[in-house]
């Protein structure tokens, strides 16, 4: 069998455990927050005691917490998330209404970072200890240093209040109004990712720029630019990719916080949402699933380690025979 195809299902295999012991995490800490379950059911309306031991039993408040456990994750496993006790609807019908807006924004922050992040890195590093370096470093400083909320307040005080160039909240609808509406909090939720990644790429390809094939590269003639792009950038591709993964599975907890500022209601807004109304079936079934897309994004990561790199696959079957 494919050494990625073995190391897949080795990994998968593992993530079971794994999210078995975070679901119990999240499910149990989230009891302990002082909050009043049957009041979110009832919107802080007085009821009587006889409809208040009913919703209690329905919800299964009535059993201990380990059995409320054990129910709760035997339905996640077969597809029901259960009831929100805000909404009054399936968790899985509010997560496929919202996960859209969500997964649009990060596709979009991701793309955004790639396409500023790479030429700000190589050209940092070719231009480095020049004016064109120290304006991209400080800008790079900058980006990693400001919260991502923070960056977008100032996106909209200037693109949004100042200019009027974007709507300031919402997400449109059809997919040309979604880019539009989207552009500015992907933007926003970009940033930290564009520095982090820009700044691998520039200390790696100086790295690169001295090292003895390079050297040779340049002895023998070949063009400048060709030693930059097919040789240096190839070989900075694994660092970056392992920021990358983990900045794309943090960009989604981001993403929690550019919704809020924008409206954007995806499943970030829906989180705030449960958090602030107690609604236990919600926040659990976000946090589980935001934790199991980190996993899925990390193995997916070392899963391209190998296609990118021969030499991991060549360790594996070495070590396989």
């Not at 993530?15 to 012991?21: N, Q, T």
Request: aromatic share 10%; charged share 15%.
């Amino acid at each position: 069998m494919n050494f990625i195809v073995r190391y897949a299902l080795k990994r998968l295999c593992l993530l079971v455990p794994v999210l078995l012991v975070v679901s119990a995490v999240i499910f149990f800490l989230i009891r302990l927050t002082p909050s009043d379950p049957i009041g979110s059911i009832t919107s802080g309306r007085r009821i009587s005691e006889q409809t208040r031991a009913s919703l209690t039993a329905q919800y299964h408040l009535d059993k201990s917490l380990p059995r409320q456990y054990v129910i709760w994750i035997s339905n996640a496993v077969r597809g029901n998330l259960g009831d929100s006790f805000r909404h009054r609807q399936p968790v899985g019908a509010l997560l496929a209404a919202r996960l859209p807006t969500t997964i649009q924004l990060v596709l979009m922050s991701a793309l955004f970072a790639v396409f500023l992040a790479v030429p700000a890195g190589i050209m940092s590093a070719v231009k480095r200890n020049t004016a064109v370096d120290r304006v991209i470093s400080a800008f790079m400083i900058f980006c990693v240093s400001s919260p991502v909320f923070l960056n977008a307040i100032l996106l909209m005080l200037i693109f949004v209040l100042r200019l009027r160039w974007f709507p300031a909240f919402g997400a449109g609808r059809g997919f040309a109004e979604n880019l539009y509406y989207l552009c500015l909090p992907a933007f926003a939720l970009s940033l930290n990712m564009v520095a982090l990644i820009g700044r691998i790429i520039r200390d790696r390809m100086i790295v690169e720029f001295k090292s003895n094939y390079a050297l040779a590269l340049s002895a023998k003639g070949t063009p400048f630019r060709r030693i930059v792009i097919t040789h240096c950038f190839k070989n900075t591709l694994i660092p970056v990719i392992t920021v990358g993964g983990v900045q794309i599975g943090a960009m989604v907890i981001g993403a929690v916080l550019v919704e809020n500022v924008f409206a954007l209601g995806g499943i970030g807004a829906l989180l705030i949402e449960g958090i602030q109304a107690s609604d236990y079936p919600v926040v659990q079934s976000i946090m589980l699933f935001l934790v199991a897309l980190f996993l899925v994004l990390n193995l997916i990561v070392d899963m391209t380690y190998s296609i990118i790199d021969p030499r991991i696959r060549a360790a594996g079957n070495a070590g396989r025979a």
